[in-house]
């Protein structure tokens, strides 16, 4: 199946940053990386090279918790923002779920699991409507001494505001596992939902 969207992800020096592009080089966005600074978004996405452009969404990581919140649109204005929440679903499994309204108007449950039969690095994940059962979406990791990421492939065309929400929760999910890692904190649970 030929994806209908492809991102390509990329890291900063010791991770602390990401970039977002197509498969060809053309640059979207950039990920800010903020993890000492209270009161500031784990994640910050803006649509330029740099911290200098204009927000187009965040992700909180909530303290003593494995949810997430995530915020479509600038903070500056935040009767405009759309929150998702991202639910770790059990203890040991790696599997994440979120729920939102589509542009057609309906509400669908997308899950994150672990795959080992889909994308092309050694640690993806799938993007899974509930209902349906259907995959989405597929991130497929980097190499580990890789500059990137990994890439994001989307099937479905869901609309731009979708699109979004699978990109920040997919880079969420990997920062999550990346700062347990460096925390000493193993390899962030067991298989859980791999097919």
């Not at 203890?91 to 939102?100: A, G, P, Q, S």
Request: hydrophobic letters at 30%; aromatic letters at 12%.
């Amino acid at each position: 199946m030929n994806p209908a969207t492809q991102y390509l992800i990329t890291h900063s020096f010791w991770r602390h940053n990401y970039d977002v592009s197509t498969i060809n080089k053309t640059h979207l966005f950039h990920v800010a990386n903020s993890s000492l600074t209270p009161g500031k978004p784990d994640l910050t996405f803006y649509r330029s090279s740099d911290s200098n452009g204009p927000i187009v969404g965040i992700c909180k990581f909530r303290h003593f918790s494995s949810d997430s919140e995530i915020g479509l649109g600038d903070p500056e204005w935040p009767n405009k923002m759309d929150w998702e929440y991202l639910h770790k679903q059990g203890f040991m499994k790696r599997t994440y779920w979120f729920r939102m309204q589509l542009e057609g108007g309906t509400k669908q449950t997308f899950t994150w699991k672990r795959t080992h039969s889909l994308g092309s690095g050694r640690d993806n994940h799938k993007l899974v409507e509930e209902t349906s059962q259907t995959v989405v979406a597929v991130f497929s990791s980097g190499g580990i001494f890789s500059k990137t990421t990994g890439y994001l492939d989307i099937y479905l065309d869901l609309g731009p505001r979708f699109n979004l929400m699978a990109l920040i929760s997919g880079i969420a999910l990997v920062e999550k596992v990346r700062r347990q890692n460096s925390a000493g904190g193993g390899g962030a649970g067991g298989g859980g939902g791999s097919c």
